[in-house]
């Protein structure tokens, strides 16, 4: 996968290019929004990583100009004003994701790596991972032939991770996805909710499933 | 004592002042022509007519005075009564609003134009307030994205020993907490300055406070701490569903952590003469009376001794109030130490 990255400032370019790269992705690295827009239509990315504050031209402009050539690359808006509104007004600019800065690092590369599947994924309706299940109709979670009782969050939690088995999932992602909330709660709601889901789906089973990634969120993975 | 009433009285003095001259020089001038005519006249004659005279012209002629003297005061300063409403009507949200000259370049006039030229300063002043902190804010989230980015790098490295990696991760929560204050800092700065638009649509806020007891319910069970709504009516409200989303969890959380141990937080919703009214009360320490006035302001965090260990940024109820005002609301904050602490929010029905 070729991702364009265009961030002016050098030294976060330089750590969100290694940690692409660390993943396999194939990285061109701009510093000028005008630059960086002339690279994007010339050229063939699987995925756009766009600072909005850039010189030349700001971020939100080289995406509209891109979006009005009928250029469909997956864009994720990076930003340092991270306010009210403006992830609202970058999604409606044509950007397929928007993250506030400072960003967990494991964050951006699980949302890059999103971007490459966008509307590839299949909704299925049961979802298992080694032996447990969970029936996104019924609202039924079992594992090992235990039935767990879930609140309605909690079944939003777990199936959100199950869907993203695998991957790790930032704090962020998971505010957005499960709770729907466009800023940070200042609280930590995830933790104790991944605590108690926790509990339910990994005490007396082996091996443990929902795992901590430090600084960064939670996994929830299989055996390898 | 107002201008109006001291000039009123002291014209009326002068009044009084020219009735006696009058009436003195009137019964020396009646007296000086009896005797000259050698007119045999009863004992007080001069009296009684110079007192007939003062009350059927003097009289009515110093009350018209003082009516016509009233109205002119009463004309003259009203002005300055304008002015005075139109000043008060100056906070820091409106400093762009200039009063009204009335163009005739009178005293007055001057005087409105120097309070407006510094309306103006202050305006200024406070705007380059604002740009200082919405670039502080903006320059300081570039080091703190190449800090947290390095610093995960580092705690993800192979390498690294066990006790270092307690450091990265100790580290990172304090960057992500540096975090959290600069943002909220960045939302105040913006909401003061009218550059955020809030959505302006119906919300069901029984639903919105439904999904909050639940959240609250579990943040609260670390500390066993139980949480009751006792009652939430069916209503709607018009305003931005994600900003009293964001209301709802700064109060719940706020009762929770603000709290005892095993203590308790109750929550209601109710529809009160046109308003939803919304109460978060809670058991905990409370708060010293002579605080309580200050529980809205930024970064206070009320007695530091108490609030040393609680997490957080000092920002949320500045927050929930802003949010509350921007949907034309009140917010009101009131503790007994030792007892209940209820904050309580009313915001129009839609």
Redesign the interface.
Known sequence: MRVLLVEDEPKTAAFVRTALETEGFAVDVFDRGDHALAAATDGAFDGIVLDIMLPGLDGLSVLRRLRSQGDRTPVLLLSARGQVGERVEGLNAGADDYLPKPFVTAELIARVRALGRRGAEAKTTTLHLANLTLDTVSHRAERGGQVFELTAREFRLLEFLMRSAGQICGRMTIIEKVWDYDFDPGTNLVDVYVKRLREKIDNGFEPKLLHTVRGVGYVLKGPA | MTIRRRFTLWYAAVLIVSLLVMGIGTFIEISEQMRHNHRPSPAGGAVKETAEMVVEAGLPAVLLGLLAGGWLIRRALAPVANLTRAVEQIHDRNLSARLPLSGSGDELDRLTGVFNAMTARLDGSFQHIREFTLHAS?EL??P??????????A??DPAASPAQ?DR??GQ?DE??RL??IV??L??LT?ADAGQ??LAHEPVRLDELVRECA??AQ??A??ARIAVRLDRCDELTVTGDR??L??LL??LA?NAVKYNRPAGSVALSLQRENGFAVLAFSNAGPGLAPELQARVFERFFRGDASHSAAI???GL?LSIAQWIVSAHQGSIHFASRPGELTTVTVRLPLA
């Open positions: 903006h989230k570039t703190l994205t190449i800090l947290r980015g390095e610093l995960e790098t705690l993800h990696k990265f991760a990172i960057i992500d975090a959290k943002d909220g960045t939302l913006k955020i638009t639940a959240d579990i943040l069970q670390p994600h900003r989303r964001q969890l700064n959380d997490e957080g940024c949320g």
